[in-house]
């Protein structure tokens, strides 16, 4: 005899935190109708903005990673003391062999600051924010934060992670000064928490952005592509070239400004960045010698600087509701 399918019914109630944020995921072998979902303001005299949107992910081997996003509300404004419905009816989500659906939402605020660097001590929760402008925040303020890496040990070994996960508000129970307060986010199990800068995703280059100034391919020109990665705690950027670079260690070679593009975990991969900025190592034609020659003839690396940065802060202005029934078909 068949058995009938479970039904479910889940609350995702979270804070709205700044960068893009996954609220859900269908999972394998269920289908989810959003009943629905909604944004309140909860700050003091703001007017904040919400894009909500369904995003369609390809799982097929061949389209694997692709995706198209369907924006339900863009840049909706939400007035004072007031809420903005974005679903009162039925959306359905599904997870198939071919394709994964997922809701996510992007909030625009007053108040996000960068984080420049936290301590976080594993054993009472204690954590310190250090920003790279004057945060703006009072004792007793409610906060959100996005985006934060962390190296930590676990059964594993070393693995990295981005905090929070799920998301959370904190209240700010100290201010040093102006550039750093401190919170309590919890103990997770004693393991202690190493702060490091953003991850980034290459996403597409300029081609013939990067020219070479001395040896054998003097005037030469490359072009980045996909397999192009940047450690932002060694400031090594390893280029794969469209064709055989043919360069050797200690060559010298220049970058165009703003002609490699990429998303970081600041903001969880949101927004595209370009560089070398103006005010980069790698910017403005400063030639930088080729460190390393890898193996392979397509590839070489170079150092471009270190990145300091990584992670978001802002105070608690949004929260977000919905109600959803998950169908499994498994």
Sequence with gaps: MAIAPLNKFLTIAVPVAPGLQELYKAPVGTSAIVLYAQVSNVGVNTFPTVTFTHKRTSVATRTIGNERNNRIVKDGEIPPNDALVLIDGRLVLERTALISDSLTLTGIQSGITTINNV???????????????????SVNDQITMAGIAFTCPST??????????????????????????????????????????????????TPNCITVTSGAQNNATISPIKGTTYDSVTGI????????????????????????????????????KSYPRSTDPAANGNNL??????????????????????????????????SILENSTS
Excluded: W
């Design 237 to 272: 950027l390893s280029v794969t070239a469209a064709a055989p670079h043919n360069l050797t260690t200690n060559d010298n070679i220049e970058f165009d400004n703003n002609t490699l593009v990429f998303k970081c975990s600041q903001d969880n991969y949101f927004q595209e």
């Design 156 to 205: 594993a070994g070393i693995t990295s992670s981005i905090f929070p996960a799920p998301q959370a508000a904190f209240t700010v129970e100290k201010v040093v000064n102006n550039i750093t307060f401190e919170t309590n986010t919890g103990f997770v199990n004693n393991l202690p928490h190493t702060f490091r800068p953003s991850f980034h995703r290459f996403v597409r280059a």
């Design 119 to 137: 301590t976080y001590t594993s054993s009472t929760g204690l954590t310190t924010v250090t920003t790279l402008v004057p945060h703006g925040l």
């Design 289 to 322: 010698g080729v460190t390393t020659f890898v193996g392979i003839a397509n590839t070489f690396t170079v150092n471009v600087g270190v990145t300091t940065t990584g992670g978001l802060v802002g105070p608690l202005q949004m929260e977000f509701i919905c």
